[in-house]
């Protein structure tokens, strides 16, 4: 029992030592993007294969287009405060209501161009072809994602209205 | 075996069982509980797993070659089972990432995928 119950054991242990390397081993990689200063900009150099000079240029970017960003949202915010005291005082779309939603609309619009326009300088900052890709992910993934407004209007959306049954 | 009783003593113990008749009462439901009893007994029981389990630690599991065919097996498992809970967390993490860059250059969007 004793030879048979050791053999036992060493198997249980070097199956929890496999376990345990093997995981240690490959989330490392993981671990180590999650210690940087900033992990998404860590993941976008490991997922784009980056170079040291290309991730420099391309994490200057980004700290330029931060608080640029940072500000539009502040006007936003405040947009969309002051649209919700107007909307709470006045039952219609009153001038002053019409005003402010195309200033807000002005300001969405300036917003998205801004950031296509950084999404640009990255991409310009990557080698060609990663360039490409990280510039067709990122518009599908932001300005170019289809909005549900869009998919409220596809065709056969409402099919199921009309074969409702009238009461 | 030899019987030490003498011939005519053997003839009247036989001559005595013929007679007897047992009149006693069974027990209520007496049949029932004797195949109850059967069935248990031929049923195979949790200590006969055991001891099956016991043996073949004694016995098997010590033979070289079983040792190192047993040993090799559970290596070769916690590796795999290492490696793809590995590449589990890694590609969790990795669309967490790319969610939290998305979000972080586009305030409007609040979720996102791979790419």
Redesign the interface.
Known sequence: MKKGGLILLLGLLLCIAGFSGFYYLGTAPCRNMMHEAQPELAWLKKEFGLSDTAFARITALHEAYMPQCAERCRVTEQQNRKLKDLLARDSTVTPEIQTLLTERARNRAQCEAEMLKHFQEVSRAMPPEQGRRYLAWVQAQTVLRPQAMESRHKMGSGRHLMETPHM | MKSNQEPDQDERLRAVLREWVVDAPLAPRFQDQVWQRIARAEAPSASSFWAGL?R???????RPRI?LL??A???????A???V???I??RH??AT??A???Q??????AD??Q?
């Open positions: 016991v073949l630690v004694e016995v098997v599991l010590p040792a047993y040993v097996a559970l290596l070769v498992l916690g590796v089972a290492g490696s809970t590995a590449q967390k890694s993490l990795d990432l790319s939290h860059y998305v972080s250059v586009d305030p409007y969007r996102s995928s790419p």
